[in-house]
């Protein structure tokens, strides 16, 4: 099975207010039943309430970058320039 997260992330963009304002409402909608009904038909997991904080969000990335960073440096794989 193939595993991979997507975040809704709106501080590069909005800044810490606004990322503090859509939290709850963002982790509200998470928590209805009929959304939830379908990203199981999509195939998604949500996760769990206490890791839909922007704190859980970043502790989650800084574990994914510690963990994949050195396999992705051990191949070689480079950013692409668009």
């Given at each position: ?18 990322v ?14 009929a ?17 839909q ?13 510690e963990?994949?960073w ?13």
């Open positions: 099975m193939r595993r991979f997260w997507a975040a809704l992330s709106l501080a590069f963009l909005l800044g810490v207010p606004a503090q304002a859509q939290t709850y409402p963002s982790r509200e909608a998470l928590a209805d039943p959304i939830q009904k379908r990203f199981t038909e999509l195939g998604l997991d949500v996760a769990p309430r206490a890791q904080t922007p704190e859980a969000l970043a502790a989650f990335q800084k574990a994914e970058i963990k994949w050195p396999i992705i440096k051990s191949t070689g794989i480079g950013t692409q320039a668009q």
